[in-house]
């Protein structure tokens, strides 16, 4: 193997690694400016002045001009671009290094006005300022990892009672001293969470990421209303589902995804002869009607979520914290390490805050208008779903519509991404290659396995030296063809580390969603999704309203798809009434008529007499 100073001599103005660590270090102290937080106004009157400066910075043509000089090649001053603008968190031992975003000085300062804005903004929100206002609603998720810093001392006792009794739930459960009421194993040894969107995707994420080999609880999801899957996940229990813990995860209370898996484990745990209530916990807003739903039927606990944490950002809430906990994950460490990075994107100078670094190449990246994708790759197996995890964090959170003052901007960064190298066997060919219509964000971890553990399969070299390989091979030959990229490089996985990516990420998107002036908090285009889903379930009850009457009058009469749609009044929605009986009759759904007239309407006999072609011949 190359000794480290041949490995040097490659750079000439360095010499062997003591040399690197001194230049690395010289340019970036930590001391952190502290920044002097003014009374600014509230978060619209900010974001007036973010937008009254966007007609002057907001010029993607200048963006293009400025990209126009192409990507800086030459080796020596890529090292150099790499050193002034690589961002060390010594302690938490990440590192962002941004120097492969080709963003160009005029650039940076032209952007300068926003980001103080932004900074504003943030310590606004963070003083409880009504940063949703859409919603009405104060955006707390950074107070659940310090209390202190919530604006009044009721929430302060709120968290921290929380976290105590998180603590304390889950260490009852894995000692034994809460235990299911019949379990061959005498204590609970699963944890089946029912939840979707950000009361699934964060737990998820965590789960993969950090519960050891053998946890004293073995976490799995129902995270849909797809009945197969919520059969196979209770299929799986088999036995064990009497040593199940059930975790409901809803802020709403009222998700029907949610409420549905519900019920569906309440119906298998009855078929079981379990008593549901001795094993079911409650995660959501005080007084929903999940919340009421377990206080009544007397759940064994029942822990809060807080409207000021939103789905999106509530992994370091109950909602992800106990579940985490029940799994053996160190919950104290998750919240140090988002603590600890909170502080250092707090900074209000550009370059010692890596959220804002990351929200400055995403906005050069994309044009400030998510004209390129955010592709996410973690060389880690344990990091698989961070991705999957950004996507809600980051595209619900900034593909909005419409800005802070109103105009129209169909905003967003769109997410995707698995893990390296894997990937390289899947899909890079088109990002090396094909449409430039992305930028990488590679996750690096550099310990490749616990000390001790290494293992060489080849003279001086190892697994973990092929994925290192990988990540660095991909990154510069993705480079080399002008495709830009952010490296994100930690230690290890460890819940300091997952703690402090999660918090990076979250302000990351806070501190762009200011720099494209939009609020980052609410989701209303996720209520249209669901108001149309109780628009389709409405009609599915007048089609069989209809068909139930038809096979009372006649069973033998066969109604056409446009008298059954004109009895529904709703001649418009032909298709869909197709639509919902293809549906029915495929899963055997036989109408049984009201009452005791007419036999029972095979959906399909009847699906057989309405083929499209016959209606339109
Ligand atoms: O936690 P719940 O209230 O059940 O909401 C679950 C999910 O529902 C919607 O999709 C929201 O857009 C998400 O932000 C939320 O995480």
Not at 85 to 110: A, C, N, P, T
Not at 506 to 527: D, K, T, W
Request: net charge negative; proline share 5%.
């Amino acid at each position: 193997m190359a000794s480290l100073s041949g490995l040097c001599s490659s750079f000439p103005s360095l010499k062997p690694n003591n040399k690197i660590g001194a230049e690395l270090s010289s340019f970036r102290k930590d001391s952190l400016a502290v920044s002097s937080r003014s009374n600014s106004s509230f978060k619209h009157s900010v974001a007036r002045e973010v937008s009254a400066d966007l007609s002057k910075t907001n010029d993607v043509a200048g963006l293009k001009k400025a990209k126009q000089g192409g990507l800086e090649k030459d080796p020596k001053a890529l090292w150099r671009r790499y050193v002034d603008w690589l961002y060390q968190h010594k302690e938490l031992g990440l590192y962002l290094d941004v120097s492969r975003i080709g963003f160009s000085d005029e650039f940076v300062s032209e952007m300068e006005p926003r980001f103080q804005a932004a900074f504003k903004a943030m310590q606004e929100l963070e003083r409880g300022a009504v940063a949703n206002p859409d919603e009405g609603r104060m955006v707390g998720h950074y107070w659940l990892r310090n209390a202190k810093l919530a604006p009044n001392p009721f929430l302060q006792v709120q968290i921290d009672k929380t976290l105590a009794a998180i603590c304390d739930f889950a260490d009852s459960v894995i000692s034994g001293k809460i235990k299911p009421p019949s379990s061959p194993e005498g204590r609970f040894t699963q944890i089946l969470s029912v939840g979707i969107g950000g009361s699934a995707l964060g737990p998820q994420f965590v789960a993969e990421a950090l519960a050891p080999d053998n946890p004293p609880l073995k976490i799995r999801f129902i995270d849909n209303t797809d009945p197969a899957g919520i059969d196979h996940q209770i299929a799986q229990l088999g036995p064990e589902l009497a040593s199940t813990l059930v975790i409901v995860i809803s802020k709403s209370g009222g998700t029907p995804e949610t409420r549905n898996g519900l019920l569906e484990v309440q119906k298998a745990f009855r078929e079981a002869g379990l008593d549901f209530a001795k094993q079911g916990v409650a995660i959501t807003q005080e007084n929903s009607l999940l919340d009421n739903t377990a206080r009544i039927e007397g759940w064994v606990a029942r822990f809060p979520m807080f409207d000021w944490v939103g789905g999106r950002t509530s992994e370091m809430s109950a909602v992800g914290l106990l579940p985490a906990a029940l799994q053996g994950v160190d919950i104290r460490e998750m919240l140090v390490g988002a603590s600890m990075m909170d502080e250092a994107t707090r900074s209000t100078v550009l370059r010692k805050n890596p959220a804002a670094l990351l929200a400055l190449c995403w906005y050069w990246a994309t044009d400030g208008i998510g004209s390129k994708d955010m592709v996410v790759l973690p060389y880690k197996d344990s990091l698989l779903l961070f991705s999957r995890y950004l996507q809600q964090l980051v595209m619900e959170s900034l593909g909005k519509e419409f800005d802070l003052d109103g105009n129209r901007v169909n905003q967003g960064i769109s997410v995707y991404g698995n893990k390296g190298s894997t990937d390289q066997h899947a899909y890079i060919q088109q990002l090396r290659e094909g449409v430039h219509n992305f930028f990488v964000t590679f996750i690096e971890v550099l310990r490749d396995r616990p000390p001790g553990h290494d293992w060489e399969l080849e003279p001086g070299v190892t697994c973990g030296d092929y994925l290192f390989g990988m990540l660095q091979g991909t990154r510069s030959a993705l480079y080399a063809n002008n495709r830009e990229s952010i490296t994100v490089t930690v230690q290890e996985v460890t819940p300091r580390s997952v703690g402090a990516l999660i918090a990076l990420y979250e302000r990351a998107v806070g501190i762009y969603a200011s720099l494209v002036n939009i609020n980052a908090y609410h989701q209303p285009g996720v209520e249209a999704g669901k108001k149309a889903a109780g628009e389709v379930l409405a009609l599915q009850k007048r089609v069989l309203a209809v068909l139930n009457e038809a096979s009372c009058e006649d069973p033998a009469e066969s109604l056409t798809l446009q008298e059954i749609a004109d009895r529904c009044h709703a001649p418009d929605d032909i298709e869909m009434i197709y639509k919902i009986i293809e549906h029915m009759a495929a899963n055997d759904r036989a109408l049984i008529a009201e009452g005791d007239c007419g036999s029972p309407y095979s959906l399909k006999v009847f699906l057989g007499e309405c083929n499209v072609d016959e209606l339109y011949a």
